[in-house]
């Protein structure tokens, strides 16, 4: 029965570490790019979030709701006037924007909060639980799971059944012919940026709710969405949420053994898909 709650408590955690993936798994898939970056955005939405919080002393949720337009405008800004500027044929220059980008948030947020560790309050939530007998499950990582499940079904139907989701398809597999359409591709990427800010906004309300962050954090929850990308296969928004699923599991396993092991764990899990599947376990194209 340890092993049971061991295991399940891993699918939930997994559903923290989809939402890191979700919003890189949509900028990759459209535009092909690689976001250094992405994981120092989650910080700063986390950052966001509780300024809202502190400020204005309201629920975090509602704060989130706050925190999403101005990391939608963020992005929209960021994507037009800087990341379209390198987009082309080279991947280079992009890595390299998007690692300065890492670099220069790190440094601002440290300026701004100092490198103290900081916490978004939850209240009761942080502690609410359900005694299922051998499996008691969090509220909050439940929470945190069905947010994961409900962003990529959003996302999804956003992608296949509207007309943005067309223009996303189009942009992605031609450009020049999108264009030729009547489609302004810088307008398109841009909104696509965005909309994973605001997906990243949701991954930071949960990670700053459940856990310590400051400002040097980001690279490793980087990590950690890249790998939930990959396993899961690129292109597939489910695939990051399964992906995301091992690499939880892998970790409460590791840890259960040897609590040393959690995080090691995890990145093994990483490379015996690779060894097996190298294109992730469900390589699927945008089309």
């Known amino acids: 029965m340890i092993w049971l709650d061991t295991i399940v408590q891993g699918i939930l955690l997994g559903g923290l570490y989809a939402l890191f993936a979700a919003g890189l798994s949509l900028v990759f898939g459209i535009m092909r790019l690689v976001n250094l970056a992405h994981g120092d955005l989650i910080v700063l939405g986390a950052y966001i979030i509780l300024l809202v919080v502190s400020f204005l002393g ?63 309050g939850a209240g009761a939530l942080e502690t609410a639980s359900v005694d299922l007998g051998p499996v008691t499950l969090g509220v909050m990582p439940v929470l945190t799971f069905a947010s994961a499940i409900l962003v990529i079904v959003a996302l999804n139907h956003l992608f296949y059944r509207t007309a943005l989701g067309r223009a996303f398809r189009a942009t992605s597999d031609d450009p020049v012919t999108a264009s030729l359409m009547g489609i302004k591709p810088a307008s398109v990427f841009a909104t696509a940026t965005g909309i994973a800010m605001i997906v990243v906004t949701i991954a930071a309300l949960y990670l700053g709710m459940r856990a310590n962050f400051d400002p040097t954090i980001g690279p490793a929850r980087l990590i950690y969405a890249f790998e939930a990308v990959i396993i899961g296969g690129l292109g597939s928004l489910w695939g990051t949420l399964v992906g995301g699923t091992i690499i939880g599991v892998a970790q409460t396993v590791g840890a259960a053994v040897n609590p040393e092991w959690q995080i090691l764990a995890g990145h093994v899990a990483f490379l015996v898909v690779l060894l097996f599947r190298p294109r992730g376990l469900f390589p699927r194209a945008y089309d």
């Open 58 to 120: 309201i629920n975090p949720f509602l704060a989130a709701a706050i925190a999403m337009p101005v990391m939608f405008a963020f992005g929209w800004i960021l994507q037009r006037v800087v990341l379209n500027r390198v987009l082309g044929e080279d991947i280079l220059p992009p890595l390299l924007v998007t690692f300065g980008l890492s670099i220069v948030l790190q440094n601002v947020l440290l300026e701004g909060f100092s490198a103290d560790s900081q916490r978004v």
